[in-house]
């Protein structure tokens, strides 16, 4: 389709208008004679758009050592891996950069549009952080793919694109303070990281940081440890990369596995029978002990004729059948009995008698274990809080006093309950309440109505009490005050009225009490619907069907006349093309006239 619609540019897949810069015209310029075109679907083929986008860095002008942002806007859904086989476009998407020098996309009609894999694995491989920002009717769409996508969030824009810019300042101000830490470590491996964030001298397990400002240094702990061993011998020695999300730097950690050495086979130096560093009951191979059946233990040390099949229970390192760890998986089962591991933190203790508790895995709140040392402790897994305090992370007080108002009344002015000292005010039929002891509530009608008829005639002179003396005689609690506009304040406990007169108008005031005395300001101008003229909108139809019935006269007259002007022309070219004289009659025969002398006898 060469013109999709009137004006408008053909289809096409990707084009690069401008690579980055700093020229702000430049790029105002391009945006505003960018060539408007029409999709063929209802998807758009925006993938392709971003794998040109990463994989063409120098036509885009990716620079090495930066933060790379892509914002991806758009008001419809998007093609993936399969979908160009529906215009018979099999070939897979290579991810290679296909730009000519008029930065247009070449391949959309050679290769298919690039999976979601693909896209992932190139924001990876160049450290790109993608904002997806799109409409409200496609926002759980793409919220969805984010989630496959990393380092990418999506949000949504308005219709007209007028948040754009507060959009993008606010995504990348959610990307810019938090740090992520990844890795690309198989199965085989198992990393785990540990920091301390911006929490002082205590490290948590933990591979992301939030809240960080431009100057703050967080540093990471990565513990690397082999989980087994790739059956592959030529997987015992990998590159792993650790890299932090979105960010164009790495650590490049090369792994050498010890699955096999000389030291376990017989002969070597590092292997022995019936070592007596195992007791004289098993081998030493590589400075571990491999007991016989008879005995276990990190030396050979603990033997199976010690235990008694009755109490092997009591002597036992698994809580019950069920387990299939010794120890709870961290512990070291030694002759029936479990010894703990040991944190590196003196502080973190493991104990039980299947190291089943700790002291530093409860509940947190605001970072810290159990809300704190003056709020609870950490036994076995669970907070223990002390007087005062309650909650699964001793962070709710247990007394109600700070729910009570400052001038005494119910707790939250029986408007709300108490939870963990703190009020959660309830919504009722006139209104919801808010304060700290629900004292407030804006939306409440309270007096308005009381007030509406008096406020009505002093200041609009409208209403049931509109005639002077009615006013002057039942309005005297109150004068209004009266400004352009009303705005209420919630901290003097103000409250808003909206009525409607008889006109249809709206008008607004507010009131408040102090002293005993009702202070009531109201706005000086009515807000009034504008006045219809409905005799000239009488007119105005009578005469558009007069027209209209002229206008469909003059159209049949003017068809009729066409139609007759050209059955006359019609005829004058027959009557031209006859080929007969038109001044006689063709089918005329002159008379034949015969003269007889009827004395002649012929002779």
Known sequence: MIEPCPGCAAPYGYKNAMPLSRDTYRFSTEVKKAAVSGNLDAPEGGFDAIMQA??????????????????????????????????????????????????????????????????????????????????????????????????SSSAVLSNDSSNVVDLVREEYSKISSSIEMKDNATSHVKITYHSTCLNGDTELPTSKCDGLKVGDIVTFNAKIMVTSCPADPAEWNQVIQIYPVGINESLIVNLEMLCSCDCEKPGSIGYELNSPQCNNHGKLMCGICDCDDMHFGHSCECSNNEIHPEKINDYGCRADNTSAVDCSGRGTCLCGVCDCEKRANPEEVISGRFCECDNFSCERHEQQLCSGPDHGTCECGQCICKPGWSGSGCNCKTSNESCYPPGGGEICSGRGECVCGKCECQSTSEGRYSGDHCEYCPTCTGRCHELKDCTQCQVYRTGPLKDEEDCRTNCTLFTPIEVEKVEIDETKNEYLCIFYDEYDCKFKFKYREEDNKIIVTAQTERECPPKVFMLGIVLGVIAAIVLVGLAILLLWKLLTTIHDRREFARFEKERSMAKWDAGENPIYKQATSTFKNPMYAGK
């Open 54 to 151: 990463i994989a063409c860095r120098q036509q885009i002008g990716w620079r090495e050592q930066a933060r790379r942002l892509l914002v991806f806007s758009t008001d419809a859904g998007f093609h993936y891996a399969g979908d160009g086989k529906l215009g018979g476009v099999i070939t897979p998407n290579d991810g290679e950069c296909h730009l000519n020098s008029a930065g247009l996309y070449t391949h959309s009609v050679i290769q298919d549009y690039p999976s979601i894999s693909q896209i992932n694995h190139k924001v990876k491989q160049n450290s790109i952080n993608i904002i997806f920002a799109v409409t409200q009717n496609q926002h759980s769409v793409y919220q969805k793919l984010s989630q496959h996508i990393e380092g």
